[in-house]
């Protein structure tokens, strides 16, 4: 098992910038792909980011150029910088770890709330 545990949520004005931060624990060898997803309340779980163990990373065409996500391994930890946020970016944001032997694992979710 790998138990993810994001920080780093909160309320922040539109334009402005949070970090987030996801620490993997448990059976963390293998660990491969790290990345962000978010919900908001009354639609479906997206992807926001991802980023394998090479360094690789891709995003949703809506938070390109606003969102950074980077990791370091030797820390088990992914983060997502979050620039220039807006109203919509309102969601909880959950990590998500996936290992090359197989299993994927969530965290709790973090909320993030941007205000107009």
């Known amino acids: 098992q790998v138990q993810p545990v994001e920080s780093g949520g909160g309320l922040v004005q539109a334009g402005g910038s949070l970090r987030l931060s996801c620490a993997a624990s448990?059976?963390?060898?293998?660990?491969?792909?790290m990345g962000w997803y978010r919900q908001a309340p009354g639609k479906q779980r997206e992807l926001v980011a991802q980023?394998?163990?090479?360094?690789?990373?891709n995003y949703a065409d809506s938070v390109k150029g606003r969102f950074t996500i980077s990791r370091d391994n030797a820390k088990n930890t992914v983060y997502l910088q979050m620039d220039s946020l807006k109203p919509e970016d309102t969601a909880v944001y959950y990590c998500?770890?996936?290992?090359?032997?197989?299993?994927?694992?969530w965290g709790q979710g973090t909320q993030v709330t941007v205000s107009s």
């Open positions: 980023i394998i163990r090479g360094g690789y990373a």
């Open positions: 998500c770890v996936l290992r090359s032997v197989g299993g994927t694992y």
């Open positions: 448990g059976s963390i060898f293998s660990i491969n792909t």
